[in-house]
């Protein structure tokens, strides 16, 4: 079971995550979870493009390892990027200092402000750990020395950090060092990763309710897709002749 639209009184039981935007200004902002991977994220990046739409994408760390030219190009369109976890890992099952360190892995390859947890699942706990947290590089200038000691040994180094060079992020700085990390969730779950959901009710649930400041979550999964590429080309159009604008968070 899920809510499409986001209940208020859930929003109240967590009044520290952030479930919308602005309802003032005629926005809509886009999300996309669990990417990127081959065939879907880049055809989500087309549809997007053809509407000149820039949205979130909360990244999974082992996809961005496997899939980094996929990433790089998140980031060439200049869309946001966001922190899933590094397995996408359910907050409830798990214990918080490997969920934690799950959130430290991809935050190293992702370098944002930005959090969502998988299934919208996170304990009361690890919610105050990753909002005061800040990006931790503080030991990045010993690592990358152990990543250099490695390549003149003609060795291979397996730390997580290694992936920073092949994505070209840098691994002694960091933008976002000085800012807590927020925590966004969503006001309308467009329901696109249920299978059992017909493309054409998918596309009305999320019509009917997204509004001004809402956070929309679709998925740029293989499971996802078969709902994905019905939905989002039109309710993409029907919102453009509404005359919403697409923000970034």
């Known amino acids: 079971m899920y809510f499409v639209k986001t209940p208020w009184w859930l929003k109240k039981l967590y009044p520290q ?3 919308n935007k602005d309802r003032n200004t005629k926005t809509i902002f886009l999300t996309f979870d669990d990417g990127p991977i081959p065939i879907v994220t880049p055809a989500v990046l087309k549809i997007l493009k053809t509407y000149n739409a820039k949205a979130t994408f909360f ?4 996809n961005i390892i496997k899939h980094p030219d996929i990433f790089l190009q998140l980031k060439a369109d ?3 990027i966001g922190n899933h976890t590094q397995n996408h890992l359910k907050g409830w099952a798990t214990a918080d200092n490997m969920y934690i360190d799950n959130f430290n892995k991809c935050q190293i390859l992702t370098q944002t402000n930005l959090f969502r947890p998988p299934y919208g699942r996170i304990k009361r706990s690890q919610i105050i750990e990753i909002q005061n947290s800040k990006f931790k590089n503080q030991n990045l200038a010993t690592k990358e020395n152990e990543i250099q000691k490695s390549k003149n040994k003609n060795q291979t180094p397996t730390n997580i950090l ?3 060079e092949t994505l070209n992020i840098p691994v002694n ?3 976002i060092k000085n800012q807590k990390s927020q925590i966004i969730m969503w006001d309308v779950l467009s329901g696109d990763f249920d299978t059992t959901l017909k493309p054409e009710k998918c596309l009305k649930n999320v019509l009917k309710h997204t ?4 956070i929309v979550v679709f998925h740029d999964s293989l499971k996802a897709w078969d709902r994905l590429h ?5 309710a993409l159009e029907y919102w453009h002749e509404k005359g ?6």
């Open 162 to 164: 290694h992936q920073t």
């Open 17 to 19: 995550l952030i479930w």
């Open 211 to 214: 509004e001004n400041g809402s």
């Open 78 to 80: 200049d869309h946001t």
């Open 59 to 62: 990244c999974i760390g082992d």
């Open 173 to 175: 700085q960091s933008k």
């Open 244 to 249: 919403f604008k697409f923000g970034l968070l």
């Open 230 to 234: 019905y939905v989002l080309p039109k």
